[in-house]
């Protein structure tokens, strides 16, 4: 019998979950989130052979390895091939520099690749078992447009999106609530992180038991998996074999840089991972300082997506470089910081900077970028102003699709991008949402309300 890979929880205390149980409870019984125990390696044949493959076939070479035991690996191919039907351009900017355009799924946005493929897998999974599954997810701006789209019309799962009223874009909220059907969406009066703790006590809630919630947010091992594939097909696409790249990855919550950290893990070869973050600076002062202090409330920055103020997926990097921290944020054991400081360079970028970087790439390079890809762009001129450029080529990933942010476009350069045809097609159907404050015994009895109590 061929193994199946085990998860664990970064808290120590819950059971080891297959990819299913995983997937299917989100958080672990412990609210710790599931790693895998080991970490599969790819052969170097395979990583070398995908140059020549399309992208949802890079994805089935990599995501087999999670899923033996599990998918079967037929109905993965079908997955994939369905999942991805987008282009992933990589826009090559100079002599070793590309943009990795990650922003031409359903929802402009880089969380289609997780979403989608997390849906697919979680609607197989669904058939097996004989109740609905109830989706509860916060979102900052992206997370709540793609997991809305991912999951529109899967049946047997339906989902609650709660998003903070006054931090997404009319766009972004437009992009969840004109699905209707199984997506019901949520206007919560406070922050992203009130929308996250609303969730997050919810699934601790013995009294929401039977609604059998789980979360799409990228503390879901199921979201974190897919977010692997486009480093290994960037480096199949820019790279000789076995050369090694830098990555520039804008981050917020911490998913898309566990990715690459787990791909690296897994055999691609990475020379330095620069984690760039808006004003929300508590990551890089702990690579700094060795100490952790989460910013409460976060900080407002016109890279929205990344207003995190306590990344939930720090505990699992903490784990892989050996300590613990537990969901509140407290590090029970620290891990080897000098190791985390050698493969990560990360770096604070402000408002100024992002708008000064929109201007500049566009002037300079005719490369238009919005506030996410911009603060990873100036992450990485940082990098280069400490780590003089070598040959390594270089991809700077763009998570969302500049159309996403038309008013800042407008105001640094004066003209506003032409929508894609996904973001043109909501302008004009009619939104539905309710509104709730935000109060945990309100939102329980939203929720008991909606889907029916225990009986
Ligand atoms: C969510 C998001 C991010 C941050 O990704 P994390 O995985 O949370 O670090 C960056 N850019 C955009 C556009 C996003 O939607």
Same mark, same amino acid.
């Given at each position: 019998?061929?193994?199946?890979?085990?998860?664990?929880?970064?808290?120590?205390?819950?059971?080891?979950?297959?990819?299913?149980?995983?997937?299917?409870?989100?958080?672990?019984?412990?609210?710790?989130?599931?790693?895998?125990?080991?970490?599969?390696?790819?052969?170097?044949?395979?990583?070398?052979?995908?140059?020549?493959?399309?992208?949802?076939?890079?994805?089935?070479?990599?995501?087999?390895?999670?899923?033996? /035991?599990?998918?079967?690996?037929? !109905?993965?191919?079908?997955?994939?091939?369905?999942?991805?039907?987008?282009?992933?351009?990589? $826009?090559?900017?100079?002599?070793?520099?590309?943009?990795?355009?990650?922003?031409?799924?359903?929802?402009?946005?880089?969380?289609?690749?997780?979403?989608?493929?997390?849906?697919?897998?979680?609607?197989?999974?669904?058939?097996? $078992?004989?109740?609905?599954?109830?989706?509860?997810?916060?979102?900052?701006?992206?997370?709540?447009?793609?997991?809305?789209?991912?999951? %529109?019309?899967?049946?047997?799962?339906?989902?609650?999106?709660?998003?903070?009223?006054? @931090?997404?874009?009319?766009?972004?909220?437009?992009?969840?609530?004109?699905?209707?059907?199984?997506?019901?969406?949520?206007?919560?009066?406070?922050?992203?992180?009130?929308?996250?703790?609303?969730?997050?006590?919810?699934?601790?809630?013995?009294?929401? /038991?039977?609604?059998?919630?789980?979360?799409?947010?990228?503390?879901?091992?199921?979201?974190?998996?897919?977010?692997?594939?486009?480093?290994?097909?960037?480096?199949?696409?820019? %790279? @000789?074999?076995?050369?090694?790249?830098?990555?520039?990855?804008?981050?917020?919550?911490?998913?898309?840089?566990?990715? %690459?950290?787990?791909?690296?893990?897994?055999?691609?070869?990475? &020379?330095?991972?620069?984690?760039?973050?808006?004003?929300?600076?508590?990551?890089?002062?702990?690579? !700094?300082?060795?100490?952790?202090?989460?910013?409460?409330?976060?900080?407002?920055?016109?890279?929205?997506?990344?207003?995190?103020? #306590?990344?939930?997926?720090?505990?699992?990097?903490?784990?892989?470089?050996?300590?613990?921290?537990?969901?509140?944020?407290?590090?029970?054991? &620290?891990?080897?910081?000098?190791?985390?400081? !050698?493969?990560?360079?990360?770096?604070?970028?402000?408002?100024?900077?992002?708008?000064?970087?929109?201007?500049?790439?566009?002037?300079?390079?005719?490369?238009?970028?919005?506030?996410?890809?911009?603060?990873?762009?100036?992450?990485?001129?940082?990098?280069?102003?400490? @780590?003089?450029?070598?040959?390594?080529?270089?991809?700077?990933?763009?998570? %969302? #699709?500049?159309?996403?942010?038309?008013?800042?476009?407008?105001?640094?350069?004066?003209?506003?991008?032409?929508?894609?045809?996904?973001?043109?097609?909501?302008?004009?159907?009619?939104?539905?949402?309710?509104?709730?404050?935000?109060?945990?015994?309100?939102?329980? @009895?939203?929720?008991?309300?909606?889907?029916?109590?225990?009986?």
């Amino acid at each position: 019998m061929v193994s199946q890979t085990l998860f664990y929880s970064t808290n120590g205390q819950a059971p080891l979950a297959n990819l299913r149980e995983a997937l299917l409870r989100g958080q672990a019984p412990d609210r710790g989130l599931y790693m895998p125990v080991e970490i599969p390696r790819l052969p170097r044949e395979e990583i070398a052979a995908m140059a020549n493959l399309p992208y949802h076939e890079i994805a089935l070479t990599v995501l087999r390895h999670y899923t033996t /035991g599990v998918v079967d690996e037929t !109905k993965l191919s079908a997955l994939c091939k369905d999942a991805y039907q987008f282009d992933v351009p990589l $826009e090559h900017v100079g002599q070793h520099t590309w943009v990795m355009r990650l922003d031409r799924g359903p929802t402009a946005s880089f969380k289609d690749f997780a979403a989608r493929l997390m849906a697919r897998m979680l609607g197989l999974f669904v058939v097996q $078992e004989n109740r609905p599954l109830t989706i509860l997810t916060a979102t900052s701006g992206d997370t709540g447009s793609a997991v809305a789209s991912a999951f %529109a019309g899967v049946p047997g799962i339906r989902v609650v999106v709660l998003f903070p009223e006054h @931090e997404v874009s009319r766009l972004q909220r437009k992009q969840m609530t004109t699905l209707g059907g199984n997506i019901r969406t949520v206007a919560v009066a406070g922050k992203f992180d009130d929308c996250q703790a609303m969730v997050k006590r919810a699934f601790a809630d013995p009294s929401l /038991g039977h609604l059998s919630l789980t979360s799409a947010n990228s503390i879901n091992i199921g979201r974190l998996l897919p977010q692997i594939v486009y480093y290994y097909y960037a480096a199949s696409r820019v %790279a @000789e074999p076995g050369a090694s790249l830098v990555f520039s990855v804008p981050s917020g919550n911490f998913g898309n840089m566990m990715g %690459a950290v787990l791909g690296w893990r897994m055999g691609l070869p990475i &020379k330095r991972l620069v984690v760039a973050v808006n004003a929300n600076d508590e990551f890089p002062r702990m690579l !700094k300082t060795g100490t952790y202090e989460k910013i409460e409330p976060s900080r407002h920055c016109l890279s929205n997506a990344m207003n995190v103020g #306590h990344p939930s997926n720090l505990a699992r990097l903490v784990a892989l470089y050996g300590g613990r921290m537990d969901e509140t944020g407290v590090l029970g054991s &620290k891990p080897d910081f000098d190791a985390m400081r !050698k493969d990560i360079f990360s770096t604070s970028v402000s408002d100024e900077q992002t708008r000064e970087t929109i201007k500049f790439t566009w002037t300079q390079h005719r490369l238009l970028l919005e506030p996410h890809g911009a603060v990873a762009w100036r992450g990485f001129e940082e990098y280069l102003s400490i @780590e003089p450029p070598d040959r390594s080529p270089v991809v700077v990933l763009e998570t %969302a #699709h500049p159309a996403k942010f038309p008013e800042e476009i407008q105001r640094c350069l004066g003209f506003s991008p032409d929508p894609p045809p996904c973001l043109r097609a909501v302008e004009n159907l009619p939104e539905q949402f309710d509104r709730l404050p935000s109060d945990q015994n309100v939102f329980r @009895e939203y929720l008991l309300d909606t889907f029916g109590p225990h009986v």
